[in-house]
């Protein structure tokens, strides 16, 4: 079955495909921007900050998901010695991290009218700051050694170590009192957020998530190309 | 109506920062990766146009390689 995730055999389907998520995504991002700005309601206690939600809450969730699907990569590419999963891995890293900034500047932004602060050192917003020093972390071993294998074992265990902290983000606004609100949107019971805010919320996360497919399908181009590079010199 | 569009009730500051940011980082995000996409592309041409003639030919009977000279913008 892995044979099926071959460079050679994704690379055309990957240098065609970023234009068309790019139109995509400009599609999916206008839409939800208009629904998010101008045609969803304002809150009853929140105003219209309550917008900030629809950049903040898909920044979050997409910077999670990307963590743990890095995890899983690194984690099947270490035990099958699978090198594509961790050249897949290390192209979503970058837009991870970016997403995680997101979502701690807009939480920040968002936090100054709802609690009267720009931060606080509560659990849900100190797990989120520790997820993205190890995205650094991650990055820099990319940076600093040179011998991949050596970079394929660290960053592996750099994905596992941070993947503790996943849960805590999760049901840290559960396990401890803090000013983060619990959460409003569950897939297994009901959820608490009315629909004229999540059809938003849900085009919003759509496009970050084009947004982080465009990125990592460029990335993962450059680093087939460095590897052919290396090919060619040693021709 | 464009009014509240842009004070949002004295919000306006706090949301519009938040987007605005996003925007920016979008946009130092995509120039980045484009930037590095493209140097490493022009890398790969040049070499290929150091090649001698019959590895030239050897390295682009590999369809990786066919695809990196034929695909000009990758986005």
Same mark, same amino acid.
């Given at each position: ?235 | ?11 306006? #500051? ?11 980082? /979008?946009?130092?995000?995509? =120039? *980045?990766? $484009? ?9 790969? #041409? ?11 030919? /050897?390295?682009?009977?590999? =369809? *990786?390689? $066919? ?9």
């Amino acid at each position: 079955m892995f044979k099926y995730f071959q460079p050679n055999r994704i690379f055309s389907i990957t240098s065609k495909a970023p234009k068309y998520v790019f139109i995509l995504f400009v599609i999916v991002l206008s839409i939800g921007l208009v629904e998010a700005l101008i045609l969803s309601p304002e809150d009853y206690k929140q105003s219209h900050s309550v917008r900030i939600m629809y950049v903040h809450v898909p920044a979050a969730w997409i910077t999670l998901g990307i963590f743990s699907s890095m995890t899983l990569l690194s984690v099947i590419g270490y035990i099958f010695k699978i090198r594509n999963f961790f050249l897949i891995s290390k192209s979503l890293a970058a837009s991870g991290l970016v997403f995680n900034i997101i979502a701690l500047v807009t939480g920040s932004i968002w936090g100054k009218p709802t609690w009267g602060t720009w931060w606080a050192w509560d659990a849900r917003i100190t797990s989120m700051l520790i997820l993205s020093l190890f995205y650094i972390m991650y990055l820099l071993v990319w940076r600093i050694y040179k011998d991949d294998e050596k970079a394929f074992k660290i960053s592996s265990i750099i994905t596992i170590l941070g993947i503790i902290n996943v849960p805590i983000i999760k049901y840290s606004v559960d396990w401890w009192n803090t000013l983060h609100q619990s959460s409003s949107i569950n897939i297994l019971s009901k959820s608490s957020i009315h629909s004229s805010m999540l059809l938003p919320l849900v085009i919003m996360t759509a496009a970050f998530a084009l947004f982080s497919l465009l990125i990592f399908l460029m990335k993962y181009n450059t680093e087939l190309i460095k590897i052919k590079n290396k090919g060619l010199d040693r021709l | 109506m464009i009014n509240e569009i842009l004070f949002m009730d004295g919000y306006g #500051i706090y949301v519009w920062s938040a987007f605005i940011f996003t925007c920016l980082s /979008f946009t130092s995000l995509y =120039t *980045i990766t $484009k930037i590095q996409y493209t140097r490493e592309k022009k890398k790969f #041409i040049a070499k290929f146009g150091t090649l001698e003639s019959e590895k030239a030919a /050897f390295a682009k009977s590999q =369809t *990786i390689n $066919k695809e990196i000279l034929s695909n000009p913008s990758g986005i």
